[in-house]
């Protein structure tokens, strides 16, 4: 007698019917739970102002796409971490508006990589940018030579912002045979109320001549300026808190 053969039948894998209500209902609250929370981030996480608001926004799609499809997370659980995520992502939003260290710390700071024409090899390498890089980013702002640079910065949301020297800007004093006069890098001296010491020693200036500069448009204590810059030609640009604007000569 010959030995008997026995077949193995392999089961299908079960697979799971797509069931159109459920992804419907998964889409409807992704799509809620995304428009709140977009809704509270604001237009900063839009404009991906840093590279900290680039990846929270990919983050909170990544997360609704995945409540939407994946079947085996749980909804609720989902719309949980997306909240809590978005949560976070505010939070980081308030601690930047409230400190001063902590907006150094979550959205660093701009780095100079040309002052007066000249490159500097320590900005380029700090932001590990090559020349090719910078040559490009620096034609998307319609400027083709270096040498009519005053400052180029490597902004935090990676874009350059450029300055161009007086003689080379549209409508210059030059077109009208006027010695331009010379601005140099502004120095921010105060910012959210407090006095930058560093800033006003690099124009050669100390807070005592702050404080007077200040009296002269009736500002008794540094804590009501926002936001305060001087250029080389002392004039010195003011934002109150309650958001009038004045400049001091």
């Given at each position: 007698?010959?030995?008997?053969?026995?077949?193995?039948?392999?089961?299908?894998?079960?697979?799971?019917?797509?069931?159109?209500?459920?992804?419907?209902?998964?889409?409807?609250?992704?799509?809620?739970?995304?428009?709140?929370?977009?809704?509270?981030?604001?237009?900063?996480?839009?404009?991906?102002?840093?590279?900290?608001?680039?990846?929270?926004?990919?983050?909170?799609?990544?997360?609704?796409?995945?409540?939407?499809?994946?079947?085996?997370?749980?909804?609720?659980?989902?719309?949980?971490?997306?909240?809590?995520?978005?949560?976070?992502?505010?939070?980081?939003?308030?601690?930047?508006?409230?400190?001063?260290?902590?907006?150094?710390?979550?959205?660093?700071?701009?780095?100079?990589?040309?002052?007066?024409?000249?490159?500097?090899?320590?900005?380029?390498?700090?932001?590990?940018?090559?020349?090719?890089?910078?040559?490009?980013?620096?034609?998307?702002?319609?400027?083709?030579?270096?040498?009519?640079?005053?400052?180029?910065?490597?902004?935090?949301?990676?874009?350059?912002?450029?300055?161009?020297?007086?003689?080379?800007?549209?409508?210059?004093?030059?077109?009208?045979?006027?010695?331009?006069?010379?601005?140099?890098?502004?120095?921010?001296v105060v910012i959210?109320?407090?006095?930058l010491a560093n800033?006003?020693?690099?124009?050669?200036?100390?807070?005592?001549?702050?404080?007077?500069?200040?009296?002269?448009?009736?500002?008794?204590?540094?804590?009501?300026?926002?936001?305060?810059?001087?250029?080389?030609?002392?004039?010195?640009?003011?934002?109150?808190?309650?958001?009038?604007?004045?400049?001091?000569?």
């Amino acid at each position: 007698m010959g030995e008997m053969v026995t077949l193995k039948v392999t089961e299908p894998k079960e697979v799971f019917p797509i069931d159109w209500f459920e992804v419907t209902i998964r889409s409807a609250a992704a799509f809620g739970i995304l428009f709140l929370w977009a809704r509270i981030l604001g237009k900063k996480l839009i404009a991906q102002m840093t590279f900290f608001e680039f990846i929270a926004g990919v983050a909170l799609g990544s997360v609704g796409a995945n409540i939407m499809f994946n079947v085996s997370i749980n909804v609720a659980l989902g719309a949980l971490g997306l909240s809590v995520f978005g949560i976070l992502a505010f939070s980081a939003d308030l601690v930047a508006l409230k400190s001063f260290r902590g907006r150094k710390l979550l959205d660093s700071e701009p780095t100079l990589l040309i002052r007066n024409g000249e490159i500097l090899e320590d900005g380029m390498n700090k932001v590990r940018m090559t020349m090719d890089e910078l040559q490009m980013m620096l034609r998307q702002k319609n400027v083709f030579y270096f040498d009519q640079v005053e400052l180029a910065y490597f902004e935090t949301n990676g874009t350059v912002s450029v300055l161009k020297k007086p003689e080379y800007m549209p409508v210059t004093p030059k077109d009208i045979n006027l010695a331009p006069l010379h601005r140099g890098q502004p120095q921010t001296v105060v910012i959210d109320g407090k006095v930058l010491a560093n800033s006003l020693k690099a124009l050669g200036k100390d807070e005592a001549w702050l404080r007077k500069m200040l009296r002269q448009k009736g500002i008794t204590d540094v804590s009501e300026v926002m936001f305060a810059q001087v250029d080389l030609l002392d004039q010195l640009y003011i934002d109150k808190r309650n958001d009038h604007e004045t400049v001091v000569h």
